[in-house]
């Protein structure tokens, strides 16, 4: 296999990822990326391994190693320690403050003629009429409802009723 990258560690922070990974509670996936820092390090203080040693000892791909070293090299020694953030979203957000606040206007007004309130079945069924959205199900109506502490079932949904303050 070929060495793309060469990890060389100074003193210093092969004294930090030491300290790093026999101090402090730490996330187990950190302490090993420390330990198999140390064990790569081609420096003049480091032991050389290969990646075929490291990954015996770590328990880690060859793969997996490279990607360390890359990220070392490439980022430093704090980058290479962290896992990576995610750029985007695993799942684009489909249903945002826009689609909340047409969801309660809506749940707010009149119900369809016939009914004396809105169902959560009826309100999915008008939001993809109205195309506020492809397509939704109730229970993401349910859901997104409950989140905001909207309720279907309360008397006066959305509209301010006057109520007479008793006298003492």
Not at 16 to 43: I, N, P
Not at 90 to 108: R, S, T, V, Y
Not at 158 to 164: C, D, F, I, S, V
Request: glycine residues 6%; hydrophobic residues 35%; charged residues 30%.
């Amino acid at each position: 296999m070929v060495i793309r990258y060469k990890v060389t560690l100074t003193q210093e922070e092969r004294e930090y990822l030491d300290k790093f990974s026999k101090t402090g509670q730490k996330a187990a996936r950190s302490v090993l990326l420390a330990r198999a820092l140390l064990l790569v390090d081609q420096g003049e203080h480091g032991p050389h391994a290969t990646e075929e040693t490291v990954g015996i000892a770590t328990g880690l791909s060859p793969k997996s190693i490279e990607r360390l070293k890359k990220r070392f090299v490439e980022e430093g020694l704090e980058a290479s320690l962290q896992r990576k953030k995610r750029e985007t979203p695993p799942n684009p957000i489909k249903f945002d403050g826009k689609f909340e606040a047409h969801l309660i206007a809506l749940a707010c007004s009149d119900p369809p003629g016939g009914r004396s309130r809105w169902t959560v079945r009826l309100l999915a069924e008008k939001v993809v009429e109205l195309n506020i959205v492809d397509q939704v199900s109730p229970m993401t109506i349910q859901n997104t409802l409950k989140k905001t502490n909207f309720s279907l079932t309360a008397p006066p949904t959305g509209k301010y009723l006057r109520t007479e303050t008793p006298s003492s």
